[in-house]
């Protein structure tokens, strides 16, 4: 019986995902996702895994979305209780997988809006006008960090070829490959700025010296999409393309979604539809 116990098919799983060089935040992610349907089970006095058949996990995705979890959400643990039983499956401690008889919640996923290569290239054309901006334009295109991100960017955090992202909300801090252009756009705001004002050491800050709000970032941006006659974008769609641009330059799921902080692959994965045919890996981050 100790040998179908929870915790132990739990570290034997995330040590196989180990071996296969899963990242450790997709594992944690794996882990969490397992643990709150064993937690479920035990609510049901269920702690043998032959005993869970397809309506326990039925009731568990179905509890999920009454206690408000969207169905998204929902069909990611489900994903997760998948490959834990396929894992199970394999290792010949179940005979049959139940999970595969559930169904995903459906729900209607509208794909990533991505910028083309004439539209960011038109945006990157009229922010040139102004360094700041133009240094925004680049590390939000070229680097894929969120708008709050941008603007908890300190001088420090800019290296030569690197740019530190800072935790910011649920994000968590990792650091960011720098390409020459984006280097080059900061180097030369930084030499227009003038001496830093602002008291905390941020890199964007307003004309007199603070530092620059997320409203002040999207306001600059809405004004470059109306120049150049952008309808229905957000400063998210620049993150956008760069996922999407990785992913078709060839790097892997794994790796970019690590690149942009998605705490989930299946975040970065919703991506990979946009990839028509992935050349062979390049040894740095694509410049758009």
Known sequence: MDGHVFPALIEQFTAQLQSQGKSGFTIVAYKKDLEQFIGYLSSRE???????????????????????YTKKSASRKL??????????????????????????????????????????????????????????VEILLQTGVRIGELTNIYNSDVKDSALVV?????????????????????????????????????LFVTRTGKGLLIRNVRQIIMRCFKE????????NDFRNTFIAHQL????????????????????????LSLVKEAPAKKDKIEEL
């Open 248 to 271: 078709m330059a060839g790097y892997s799921v794994d790796y970019i979604a690590k690149i942009v902080g998605h705490k989930r692959l299946s975040s970065t994965e919703r991506f």
């Open 46 to 68: 269920i702690s043998d895994i032959r005993d869970v058949k397809k309506p326990e996990i039925e009731g568990f995705i179905a509890k999920l979305i009454t206690e408000n």
């Open 228 to 235: 150049v006659g952008i309808e229905n974008a957000t400063i």
């Open 79 to 136: 994903n997760s209780i998948r490959t834990f039983f396929r894992h199970l499956k394999n290792s010949n401690i179940i005979e049959q997988n139940p999970s595969l008889d559930v169904s995903h919640p459906k729900y209607v996923q509208t794909p990533p809006r991505i910028f083309s290569k004439l539209e960011y290239r038109a945006i990157r054309d009229v922010s040139k006008e102004d360094p700041r901006t133009y240094a925004i």
């Open 166 to 202: 800072r935790g910011y909300g649920k994000s968590e801090g990792r650091e960011v490959p720098l390409n020459p252009s984006v280097k080059k756009a900061v180097t030369d705001y930084v030499a227009v700025r003038g001496p830093q004002t602002s008291d905390d050491g941020l």
